[in-house]
């Protein structure tokens, strides 16, 4: 069992880890040229707010739970978009 103290420490160090890998996302969109999306792709992209569910999505752009999930898991590819868990849905944010 881990103690408090041991408990902050490893919180302390995944923060550290987090703010770091944040870092370097930012970099690495200021030397990678933007990638190159379909109109589809855009139309999600803008979706991703962290307030919109793939079952927004999906009502928003009128295409099936396959189609959002290919064009998700396309933009998560390219480095664009992180899925959240915010209290009891899955929300998509722009990265």
Not at 60 to 68: A, P, W
């Amino acid at each position: 069992m881990m103690s408090k103290k041991q408990f902050d420490e490893l919180l302390k160090s995944l923060k550290n880890i987090e703010d770091k890998l944040e870092t370097i996302i930012t970099l690495q969109k200021t030397v990678l040229p933007k990638p190159n999306l379909g109109n589809e792709q855009k139309r999600v992209l803008k979706l991703c707010d962290r307030k919109h569910t793939i079952e927004d999505i999906m009502k928003e752009t009128g295409k099936t739970e396959n189609n959002v999930n290919f064009i998700l898991s396309t933009l998560r590819d390219k480095g664009l978009i992180r899925s959240l868990k915010t209290k009891d849905k899955l929300v998509y944010e722009k990265i």
